[in-house]
């Protein structure tokens, strides 16, 4: 059964700090790692991971994946409230399972003013 | 483009009720995900549609849950009977799969079941 698990589950932090979120999986037949952002209810998409070593970067979020240590990484600098939200990995199998995504269970960041 | 829009936002049942939620998704996605959301989890698929058809529904408790895309472009999902461990939020997602998985989420559904 493919598993993804994230930590830490909850974390907070004071504005302009730098955080690290971390994910790690186990999926047969590996075929992408999304991040996705959660406020309120709807998951908003940040980013999809398909090769090892490659930074992803969009303004003060970047990631990164290991695919031979089956963990992706998620840093935000100069963190704002605006950031606090739940941050979602999820993993995306191939083959016959095609498009089917497994989450983890998230990390809870909130940033005080 | 208009995002994937679901109703209703909220809805409070008993136990042994029935209840439906609707979902479309984005034009042109031909891929179509129902996912449930338990308080304190990540989401977990239960079903996914290509076009009209049920790609997967490995996870969906068929006994009470059952789901259809009779058109190939909205979507019904519904329980019956409910259960009290059947509160959650439902999400609905799209993809245009021939180009990227990228799903889309909608605002999602929250019920409650007494």
């Known amino acids: 059964e493919d598993k993804v698990v994230q930590s830490p589950l909850s974390l907070v932090v004071h504005e302009g700090d730098t955080v690290t979120l971390n994910c790690s999986y186990e999926?047969?037949?590996?075929?992408?790692l999304l991040w996705y952002k959660q406020e309120k209810k709807a998951p908003t998409f940040l980013f999809m991971l398909t090769s090892s070593g490659i930074e992803k970067k969009s303004g003060r979020l970047s990631s990164i994946l290991d695919k031979k240590e089956l963990f992706s990484i998620l840093n935000i600098t100069a963190t704002q409230t605006g950031d606090s939200a739940i941050y979602l990995c999820a993993v995306e199998a191939g083959g016959t399972s095609y498009g089917k995504l497994t989450f983890g269970q998230g990390t809870i960041l909130t940033v005080h003013p | 483009e208009a995002g994937v829009a679901q109703s209703p936002r909220y809805k409070i049942i008993e136990k042994r009720q029935s209840v439906a939620f609707w979902c479309n998704p984005i034009s042109g996605h031909a891929t179509l995900y129902w996912y449930q959301q338990i308080l304190g989890q990540g989401p977990k698929l239960l079903i996914q549609?290509?076009?009209?058809?049920?790609?997967?529904d490995s996870q969906l408790p068929k006994d009470r849950f059952s789901a259809e895309r009779l058109k190939g472009v909205d979507s019904t999902l519904k329980i019956q009977p409910a259960k009290l461990e059947d509160s959650a939020v439902y999400l609905c997602?799209?993809?245009?799969?021939?180009?990227?998985?990228?799903?889309?989420f909608g605002p999602g559904t929250r019920l409650t079941v007494l």
């Open positions: 549609f290509q076009n009209n058809g049920v790609v997967d």
């Open positions: 997602a799209s993809s245009r799969a021939s180009v990227s998985n990228e799903q889309f």
């Open positions: 999926v047969t037949n590996f075929r992408s």
